[in-house]
Nanobody, 123 residues
Framework: VQLQASGGGVVQPGGSLRLACAAS????????MGWFRHTPGSEREFVAS????????VYADSVKGRFTISRNNAKSTMYLQMNDLKPEDTAVYYC?????????????????WGQGTLVTVSS
């Protein structure tokens, strides 16, 4: 499975962005998908995950209420709508396919990763 993330960019605090992650194969339709983010000097951080049916979503406390994860299995694509962005949201965002149907907060729960897309929140 190859993953292509897109939608990153520069936005002012309080602004919005929508990330997309396209999977190369429908294999991902049986697996959970999710987003992580990484900033220099820190470990890759869990952001959100969604089950393969799309009925179970999990968010990091830092983004709960501001970010929304969704997926369109017919298009093998996952999305992350990010609202009310803050400077601390600045990071490279990676999409991933889980080893199971639901995903995990742990890095070990994921076996396919996209190349990352940079989100910069700055005035």
């Amino acid at each position: 499975v190859q993953l292509q993330a897109s939608g990153g960019g520069v936005v002012q605090p309080g602004g919005s962005l929508r990330l997309a992650c396209a999977a190369s194969k429908r294999t991902s339709n049986n697996n959970g998908m999710g987003w992580f983010r990484h900033t220099p000097g820190s470990e890759r951080e869990f952001v959100a995950s969604i089950s393969w049916r799309g009925d179970v979503t999990v968010y990091a406390d830092s983004v709960k209420g501001r970010f929304t994860i969704s997926r369109n299995n017919a298009k093998s694509t996952m999305y992350l709508q990010m609202n009310d962005l803050k400077p601390e949201d600045t990071a490279v965002y990676y999409c991933a396919v889980a080893r199971t149907s639901y995903g995990s907060r742990e890095l070990s729960g994921w076996n396919y990763w996209g190349q990352g897309t940079l989100v910069t929140v700055s005035s």
